[in-house]
């Protein structure tokens, strides 16, 4: 492998420190040439900050800085590394980048230093896409994960799976090739058990996917109602700010407005939607499309309704609009949420549920009563999507399946485990069966990245920023 630079931190604006990282065999004879100090760069002494001049491409002094070098193996790539911590002038940075390259670097590409590590040995796949993970976590649930992941989490899940197989069918195979040695053979009874431990292990590694996705992408959650039923004023009560335009006229929103918020500690994708009726309005009409295709992609809805005026007051065309709504809402099969909106002005908000009578469906997982204006109520929504959304267990950090990829593996390779209990359960020989288990352990190899294709280990790679 060659040297490879890039800038780590800063360079797209000002800031008080930027970073460059060098990693490479040739990495401490560059570094020595855009660096001085009382030292050669090869004798500083190892994983320790040293003060120092960085020098241009004509070896003018262009900054003072420190320095540290990390020799291989014992560094993030696995093989010698090093890093610049400069003043955070884009300048300073890219003139000093420039200054490596001239040295004999080459600029990195994106994610290439963890893919070196990965290659090298020093993290498996589980554990580098934990480190993308990490830098775009946006709860600190998700930094928690992310980082026990990162520290082997997963792998530590997968590993007994492994070697359980592993066990099984080399010894299978140690028997068929070597029948003159002293080998102890694998009895039926042996597979069975294993297969059906690591059946179940994947069952609940898989079961796990759910909070892991809610922990790295957050939930899809559209905001419905009926026109003017407090549906923006909600959005900005959540969001903190005045995210969208709120006044007394109905259908004011004629489009989809989205907003990213913590509430119970869960991540909503929120997706404040045009109100949802019957309509001649054309532009209307076309947020009203634009709010039921949200709907139908969303994995929790919260159903707002007015509920500050009485009951009795309400035209017959509302009920119809209104009973049309739930019936959509409900027939989605997803979790939703009914919420009496406006409570600063009915009180203790009388449900609107209750006055339709006993319509064909789904209940809400839960009723919440708020005002978006004082605030009153917003810890019970808190609460109830908390509910819906459980972060898990402190120990279950870093073992839940986060990735679409990571979740296909492990589903292939559950699905190869039950087929190999299958054969054994239905009379084949224990060659038959081990077949499929080969199979899932050639899955579990691709979820760590002891087995994974190229063009898998390259796409993982290309997710990341240049510089990591």
């Given at each position: 492998?060659?040297?490879?630079?890039?800038?780590?931190?800063?360079?797209?604006?000002?800031?008080?420190?930027?970073?460059?990282?060098?990693?490479?065999?040739?990495?401490?004879?560059?570094?020595?040439?855009?660096?001085?100090?009382?030292?050669?760069?090869?004798?500083?002494?190892?994983?320790?900050?040293?003060?120092?001049?960085?020098?241009d491409?004509?070896?003018?002094?262009?900054?003072?800085?420190?320095a540290?070098?990390?020799?291989?193996?014992?560094?993030?790539?696995?093989?010698?590394?090093?890093e610049?911590?400069?003043?955070?002038?884009?300048?300073?940075?890219?003139?000093?980048?420039?200054?490596?390259?001239?040295?004999?670097?080459?600029?990195?590409?994106?994610?290439?230093?963890?893919?070196?590590?990965?290659?090298?040995?020093r993290?498996?796949?589980?554990?580098?896409?934990?480190?993308?993970?990490?830098?775009?976590?946006?709860?600190?649930?998700?930094?928690?994960?992310?980082?026990?992941?990162?520290?082997?989490?997963?792998?530590?899940?997968?590993?007994?799976?492994?070697?359980?197989?592993?066990?099984?069918?080399?010894?299978f195979?140690?028997?068929?090739?070597?029948?003159?040695?002293?080998?102890?053979?694998?009895?039926?009874?042996e597979?069975?058990?294993?297969?059906?431990?690591?059946?179940?292990?994947?069952?609940?590694?898989?079961?796990?996917?759910?909070?892991?996705?809610?922990?790295?992408?957050?939930?899809?959650?559209?905001?419905?109602?009926?026109?003017?039923?407090?549906?923006?004023s909600?959005?900005?009560?959540?969001?903190?700010?005045?995210?969208?335009?709120?006044?007394?006229?109905?259908?004011?929103?004629?489009?989809?407005?989205?907003?990213?918020?913590?509430?119970?500690?869960?991540?909503?994708?929120?997706?404040?939607?045009?109100?949802?009726?019957?309509?001649?309005?054309?532009?209307?009409?076309?947020?009203?499309?634009?709010?039921?295709?949200?709907?139908?992609?969303?994995?929790?809805?919260?159903?707002?309704?007015?509920?500050?005026?009485?009951?009795?007051n309400?035209?017959?065309?509302?009920?119809?609009?209104?009973?049309?709504?739930?019936?959509?809402?409900?027939?989605?099969?997803?979790p939703?949420?009914?919420?009496?909106?406006?409570?600063?002005?009915?009180?203790?908000?009388?449900?609107?549920?209750?006055?339709?009578?006993?319509?064909?469906?789904?209940?809400?997982?839960?009723?919440?009563?708020?005002?978006?204006?004082?605030?009153?109520?917003?810890?019970?929504?808190?609460?109830?999507?908390?509910?819906?959304?459980?972060?898990?267990?402190?120990?279950?950090?870093?073992s839940l399946?986060?990735?679409?990829?990571?979740?296909?593996a492990?589903?292939?390779?559950?699905?190869?485990?039950?087929?190999?209990?299958?054969?054994?359960?239905?009379?084949?020989?224990?060659?038959?069966?081990?077949?499929?288990?080969?199979?899932a352990?050639?899955?579990?190899?691709?979820?760590?990245?002891?087995?994974?294709?190229?063009?898998?280990?390259?796409?993982?790679?290309?997710?990341?920023?240049?510089?990591?």
């Open positions: 492998m060659d040297t490879i630079a890039a800038i780590a931190a800063g360079g797209g604006a000002p800031s008080a420190i930027g970073v460059i990282r060098v990693s490479g065999p040739d990495c401490f004879a560059v570094c020595g040439r855009v660096f001085r100090s009382a030292r050669p760069f090869g004798e500083l002494e190892p994983r320790r900050m040293v003060l120092g001049e960085t020098l491409r004509e070896g003018r002094v262009l900054d003072r800085g420190l540290v070098r990390f020799p291989g193996p014992r560094s993030y790539t696995g093989e010698d590394s090093a610049f911590h400069c003043h955070g002038s884009p300048v300073v940075l890219r003139e000093v980048l420039a200054a490596l390259f001239a040295a004999g670097a080459r600029q990195a590409g994106p994610g290439e230093f963890t893919k070196r590590a990965f290659l090298n040995g993290l498996d796949l589980t554990q580098a896409e934990a480190v993308v993970d990490l830098i775009d976590a946006e709860t600190a649930a998700a930094a928690r994960n992310a980082a026990a992941q990162l520290d082997g989490g997963l792998r530590r899940v997968l590993e007994p799976i492994q070697e359980a197989l592993l066990e099984i069918t080399s010894r195979y140690a028997v068929v090739d070597y029948p003159d040695e002293d080998i102890e053979d694998v009895r039926p009874e597979i069975a058990s294993a297969l059906r431990e690591a059946e179940e292990a994947l069952t609940r590694l898989l079961a796990s996917c759910r909070r892991g996705q809610v922990l790295k992408k957050g939930v899809r959650t559209a905001i419905v109602g009926l026109p003017n039923a407090g549906k923006s909600l959005l900005n009560a959540l969001a903190g700010y005045e995210r969208a335009i709120v006044t007394d006229v109905p259908g004011t929103t004629r489009d989809t407005v989205e907003e990213s918020v913590l509430c119970g500690g869960v991540l909503l994708r929120l997706i404040d939607t045009a109100g949802l009726r019957e309509t001649e309005d054309e532009v209307e009409r076309l947020g009203v499309e634009r709010s039921r295709k949200a709907m139908e992609a969303a994995e929790l809805i919260l159903l707002v309704s007015d509920n500050h005026v009485d009951m009795e309400r035209p017959q065309a509302y009920w119809e609009d209104f009973r049309q709504l739930l019936s959509m809402v409900s027939g989605q099969g997803i939703w949420i009914f919420v009496a909106s406006k409570r600063d002005l009915s009180g203790a908000g009388a449900g609107s549920i209750g006055a339709i009578g006993n319509p064909d469906w789904n209940g809400p997982a839960a009723y919440v009563s708020l005002s978006a204006l004082t605030g009153e109520g917003l810890e019970d929504l808190e609460k109830a999507v908390a509910a819906l959304f459980p972060a898990g267990a402190p120990e279950e950090a870093g399946l986060t990735d679409r990829r990571q979740e296909e492990a589903g292939r390779a559950r699905a190869a485990v039950r087929r190999a209990r299958a054969a054994l359960e239905g009379g084949l020989t224990p060659d038959a069966a081990l077949t499929d288990a080969e199979e352990l050639n899955a579990l190899g691709e979820l760590t990245g002891r087995t994974a294709r190229e063009e898998i280990v390259e796409r993982i790679f290309s997710r990341f920023c240049v510089g990591k």
